[in-house]
Every structure is written in C-alpha cells, then in structure tokens.
C-alpha cells in the first residue's frame, strides 16, 4: 500500500492518501476522482552529534505542509 499525493483537478486541493491495489483514490475534501498523481518528495531525518534533528530534502511553504504548492496549475 504506496502512500500517493495527489491534486484533485475540479478543487484543487492537494492531499496524501494510501492506495490499495484494485482501488482508486478520491479528493477528501469534495469527492472527485479526477485527480492527478504528483511526484512526492521525501525527507529524511539525520540526527546531529548535538541530539537536534535536521531535515535533509524535502520543502514545504508556509501556506500548506506538502510542499507542493500551485502543483495543480
């Protein structure tokens, strides 16, 4: 089960979702299934001799925690 982000093309949210196989995802928020599939970035995590986390990849904005702003347009 890949966890998948996806923008819904009628309200443009975008939004992480798990997809089984055989099942087709939906927009939480008004329902439709005509989605586009994003490339999703990744973070990962390294800890500093110090004991502080870093992230390493990854960028999100201030307006929305996936990083993938305007991504619909």
């Given at each position: 089960?890949?966890?998948?982000?996806?923008?819904?093309?009628?309200?443009?949210?975008?939004?992480?979702?798990l997809?089984?196989?055989?099942?087709?995802?939906?927009?939480?928020?008004?329902?439709?299934?005509?989605?586009?599939?994003?490339?999703?970035?990744?973070?990962?995590?390294s800890?500093?001799?110090?004991g502080?986390?870093?992230?390493?990849?990854?960028?999100?904005?201030?307006?929305?925690?996936?990083?993938?702003c305007?991504?619909?347009?």
């Amino acid at each position: 089960m890949p966890m998948m982000e996806f923008c819904c093309t009628r309200c443009e949210n975008t939004f992480e979702t798990l997809v089984r196989a055989g099942e087709e995802a939906a927009c939480p928020k008004c329902g439709s299934a005509d989605l586009k599939r994003l490339i999703s970035r990744f973070a990962a995590r390294s800890n500093s001799p110090a004991g502080a986390s870093k992230s390493i990849g990854g960028k999100s904005c201030s307006s929305c925690s996936s990083g993938s702003c305007s991504s619909c347009a």
